[in-house]
């Protein structure tokens, strides 16, 4: 209540914003999604997309294979009511006509996930609709630990995590040392509330301590 603005990841209030999100969800290069996975894999990927988020596996015929793992992650969590501190964060921000405003455009957030490997992300899915149990176990202890706000835990999770296979460059450290002057710059005018995920804050390279340093 006390800031002037809310700066989040992205600008999430921006419609050319959303829409530049909502193209970079879909393969440039026009690959169908089908083409990563055998008959027999993708027949059963289109029964769990239709089971979990009661949708045809053809209207995902071109989403990136990253943006369909990550609808998976969130839907997979069989929550009765999921609860997205970003929406409630920016409702409130609406609500009292604070600016709100982004550390980056979609495009570094989306180079960012393409450092991941492809094979990577695709054997990931593959767990999931098998029902790889050990996948099941790392997801409740990351939340568990969220959920306890314990960010060493997170960190030491999120970084011996096999699927990101090199990618944790790209996917936190180079964002957060781009964020820093900017949010330097942000607090510098005015009183700043800055929201980003909790990936981000812990380790040598996290937010906390590049701030610190």
């Not at 209540?1 to 970079?24: Q, R």
């Not at 969220?146 to 090199?166: C, F, N, R, W």
């Amino acid at each position: 209540k006390k800031s002037k603005k809310v700066w989040f990841e992205m600008d999430l209030d921006d419609p050319k914003i959303m829409m530049e999100i909502a193209a970079g969800m879909m393969d440039p290069s026009g690959k169908q999604l089908k083409t990563y996975f055998t008959p027999a894999q993708y027949k059963k990927l289109g029964q769990y997309v239709q089971d979990i988020l009661h949708m045809d596996i053809s209207t995902l015929a071109t989403v990136r294979p990253i943006m369909l793992a990550s609808i998976i992650e969130v839907k997979k969590m069989k929550c009765a009511n999921p609860v997205s501190y970003e929406e409630n964060i920016m409702k409130a921000a609406q609500d009292a006509g604070k600016e709100i405003l982004g550390l980056e455009d979609p495009k570094d957030q989306l180079a960012a996930l393409k450092s991941i490997p492809v094979d990577t992300v695709i054997k990931g899915i593959i767990d999931i609709i098998e029902g790889n149990e050990q996948e099941n176990d790392e997801l409740k202890k990351l939340v568990a630990a969220y959920v306890k706000q314990d960010l060493p835990a997170l960190h030491t999770m999120i970084t011996s995590s096999t699927d990101l296979e090199g990618g944790m460059g790209m996917l936190l450290d180079d964002r957060n040392k781009k964020w820093i002057p900017r949010i330097k710059e942000g607090m510098s005018k005015s009183s700043v509330f800055f929201a980003v995920g909790a990936g981000h804050l812990s380790g040598d390279n996290g937010i906390i301590t590049l701030l610190r340093k």
